[in-house]
């Protein structure tokens, strides 16, 4: 007998808090920090330093469905890490009615501690591990680009929650695979059998969208001769074969294509429907430019892809497979970079290299760690655009996490993990530079550094008793007295949703500092006492939007001056006043 009450999925206590937690806003700041960067006017790059939960959230906006790519490395919960732990506080009635138990082991444990060593004695140590990651891989997930992929380093403590938090977010459909990666020696402390692997799991943002990249090769045996393009050709089921190809694997990949008779034919196996290897729209460019060869068979035609052999000088790719056992950790690396290993369990710029390949970036992509530690991921995308001219760019979200003071990186004077992340970006950049002096110049290598703070806008809270007392002049600016021209500029570019990676210009007109962000996207002058002459200079550059600080007009009668000047000279900019 069926029992409706028992329903498949997975759960956790603490994960309806998580849920929220993704889609709860926050109030915070990206501030600039123009001393800890690198040609922060011109990069396109982003150094993020702060909670990357916080920090994922200000991005929404700016970078919605714009990553191309995001690899992270987080804490594989191995009973000594220090985990992300958000302050999802609940009191023991709320826990018990939300959660209906108490914690894994029955031991009352409700609150998840700020930032802390996630250890196995915690009665939710799966459940607090799960809480971290589940709201980072949700907002993770709204900054993939449709054709996006994500991958993600872990090893055997949390691969199978890993996977099922995954099939969740990203959708199971969106599976692209496990990568096996044999990157270490065998661990003499293990137990057992000696580990010598970890896995990087791998999901599409829409799978019929992405396109996995391959090794490029040379020469193959292509049998058939295409008389019309002069160029040889073998050819390949265009029915997907082996596992995941039946009809309810991908509904939506079984559709019918129209034969040379005219008649339609569906992607069927010798078990009943099957499904096509590829989406409508491939399908359709490939049957337009005459890439689908049609076999008749016991009057049942038969769709193949005519895959041609490379031309003269051309090369062709293969898939990548799922083992890796060919790239080893990044210690040689640092100790390159550094002389010494300032950071334990580096990866090698070289898997962040293959995993970008997988990718299949663009010239001009977007990647995103998260996890950045040491930074191995912009080391990896320098090297790429270093080796082929490209422009991608990376953002870096990292914690200002403490060195440990018996660290080797604290030994070296790093005081954050966060610096150090820094200082392996300036080292490999001129590294690149020797390894690749023709392009060394087109190298964006380079970093705009922000650091997530608190609001800009002063808090104010005033009793009805405190009126009398109060002195009004205090309050005549609401803003911060310690924030820059610059923390108003990035607080305004990311409430409008542009990049952080547009360029800057700063220009002293009259006295006054005007700053240009963009192609004019934003002109911002946020000195006092504005005359007329700094407000049309601004306005006769016809700025898409004109920004200033309240305190800035000295009576109402400036305030209506600006608008019938930018009426004139440029009426389409909005305006801004904070």
Request: net charge negative; charged share 30%; aromatic share 10%.
């Amino acid at each position: 007998m069926n029992d409706e009450r028992e329903l498949y999925g997975f759960t956790w206590p603490g994960k309806r808090e998580a849920i929220l937690e993704a889609g709860r806003p926050i109030d915070k700041v990206l501030r600039p920090c123009v001393e800890e960067s690198e040609n922060f006017e011109a990069t396109e790059n982003l150094y993020i330093e702060g909670d990357n939960l916080e920090a994922m959230k200000i991005l929404q906006r700016s970078y919605m469905r714009k990553v191309k790519m995001i690899y992270i490395d987080p804490p594989y919960n191995t009973g000594h890490d220090f985990i992300y732990s958000d302050d999802f506080a609940h009191d023991e009635e709320t826990a018990q009615k939300d959660f209906g138990m108490n914690d894994e082991e029955g031991t009352r444990n409700y609150t998840m501690r700020n930032y802390r060593e996630n250890t196995r004695a915690n009665p939710r140590y799966h459940s607090d591990w799960c809480s971290m990651i589940y709201p980072r891989l949700r907002l993770a997930s709204n900054l993939l680009r449709d054709d996006g992929v994500i991958f993600i380093s872990i090893d055997d403590n949390e691969v199978v929650n890993l996977r099922k938090i995954c099939d969740e977010i990203f959708d199971e459909n969106n599976f692209v695979a496990n990568l096996v990666w044999k990157g270490r020696s065998g661990r003499h402390d293990s137990k057992y059998l000696e580990e010598i692997h970890e896995y990087i799991l791998c999901y599409a943002k829409n799978i019929d969208l992405f396109s996995a990249g391959g090794i490029i090769q040379e020469g193959g045996n292509y049998p058939k001769y295409d008389a019309e393009k002069q160029r040889y050709y073998k050819t390949q089921l265009l029915r997907k074969w082996g596992s995941n190809s039946r009809r309810e694997d991908r509904p939506n990949l079984y559709y019918p294509i129209t034969a040379p008779d005219g008649s339609e034919i569906y992607p069927m196996t010798p078990n009943g429907a099957g499904r096509w290897r590829w989406s409508r729209e491939t399908m359709n460019k490939a049957l337009h430019d005459r890439l689908v060869e049609f076999v008749k068979v016991n009057d049942e035609w038969i769709a193949y892809e005519k895959v041609y052999a490379p031309a003269e000088g051309e090369k062709r790719e293969k898939r990548f497979t799922t083992w890796i056992d060919d790239i080893n950790n990044g210690t040689e690396t640092l100790k390159q970079l550094f002389t010494t290993t300032p950071f334990d369990y580096s990866k090698s710029p070289n898997l962040i290299l293959r995993l970008m390949k997988i990718a299949n970036l663009d010239s001009d992509s977007i990647v995103l760690d998260f996890f950045a530690g040491s930074s191995t991921t912009a080391h990896a995308v320098m090297s790429l655009n270093a080796s082929d001219s490209g422009h991608r760019k990376f953002i870096m979200i990292q914690l200002p996490e403490p060195c440990p003071p018996s660290s080797e990186a604290a030994k070296a004077g790093y005081s954050t993990i966060a610096q150090l992340g820094r200082e392996r970006i300036r080292r490999a950049s001129r590294k690149l530079a020797q390894d690749f002096p023709l392009t060394a110049g087109q190298i964006d290598s380079g970093f705009r550094t922000l650091r997530v703070d608190s609001p800009n806008f002063r808090d104010v809270f005033i009793s009805a008793d405190d009126i009398d007392s109060l002195d009004l002049d205090s309050l005549a600016d609401n803003l911060k007295p310690d924030r820059s021209p610059l923390d108003l500029l990035f607080m305004c570019i990311t409430d409008s949703g542009l990049p952080l990676s547009l360029t800057l210009a700063s220009e002293n007109f009259s006295g006054f500092t005007i700053l240009t962000y963009g192609d004019g996207e934003i002109i911002a002058c946020f000195d006092s006492a504005l005359t007329e002459e700094v407000i049309t200079h601004i306005a006769k550059q016809k700025p898409q939007r004109a920004i200033f600080r309240d305190s800035a007009f000295q009576d109402s009668q400036t305030r209506i001056n600006l608008e019938q000047i930018f009426r004139y000279h440029s009426p389409d900019s909005d305006m801004q006043i904070l």
